[in-house]
């Protein structure tokens, strides 16, 4: 499932998240990450999902809660590991700047640079 919610947020109010890679994917292993140890860490981005069939998925799931009369404050990337290890990220971003819901991307920074 790369759409899922939307979730509350302090932050983003209601939240539609992205799940952008697969589980564990990070550049990390921390002890306190609550998806669990990363069994072997990346820091090269690589292509995990086609950035059309990302953006297919969210615009449906979005079409779908509003038209259930909900709401999406936000779409976030936040995945089950580093989102920015997805080589496709900036493609799938602005694919979905057309939906005109403003996008987060949460990261451990670690790829910043």
């Not at 939307?6 to 921390?30: E, W």
């Not at 799931?61 to 259930?68: A, Q, S, T, W, Y």
């Amino acid at each position: 499932m790369i759409a899922f919610g939307p979730v509350p947020s302090r932050r983003l109010g209601q939240s539609l998240g992205i799940n952008n890679v697969p589980l564990k994917t990070c550049s990390y292993s921390c002890v306190y990450c609550q998806v669990g140890r990363t069994p072997r860490t990346a820091t090269e981005p690589s292509a995990f999902h086609d950035p059309g069939e990302l953006v297919s998925e969210v615009a449906s799931r979005v079409r779908e809660v509003l038209g259930r009369g909900g709401r999406v404050d936000f779409l976030t990337f936040v995945p089950d590991g580093e989102p920015s290890l997805d080589a496709h990220l900036g493609e799938a971003i602005e694919g979905l700047r057309p939906l005109g819901i403003p996008i987060a991307v949460i990261s451990n920074g670690s790829l910043a640079w």
